[in-house]
Nanobody, 112 residues
């Protein structure tokens, strides 16, 4: 059974940083593309960042230059480093593996 567990969310002031982690079990992590999505209050879920099995990355325009996705295949973990956070980054952040598998999410709240 594939499981994804996110951690690292919390409350931070605008301009601050957080690092989200997603631990994956039950699948061959190293061959899976991994993504972070978010759902802000009253909005649809959106793709934030993606990393392929060979390390290529892609970002939403709204987070380019501020967020960095990375992966540690030895520890089955994907990270999202979030810098220069803005109130509009407030959302529940979800980890996704190979399109099909989702974590339960971790809440990020950015105060102004």
């Amino acid at each position: 059974q594939v499981q994804l567990v996110e951690s690292g969310g919390g409350l931070v002031q605008a301009g601050g940083s957080l690092r989200l982690s997603c631990l994956v079990s039950g699948t061959i992590f190293s061959i899976r593309p991994m993504s972070w999505y978010r759902r802000a209050p009253g909005k649809q879920r959106e793709l934030v960042a993606l990393i392929t099995s060979d390390g290529r990355t892609n970002y939403a325009d709204s987070v380019k230059g501020r967020f960095t996705i990375s992966r540690d295949n030895a520890n089955n973990t994907v990270y999202l480093q979030m810098n220069s956070l803005k109130p509009e980054d407030t959302a529940v952040y979800y980890c996704n593996a190979a399109v099909s598998y989702w974590g339960k999410g971790t809440l990020v709240t950015v105060s102004s």
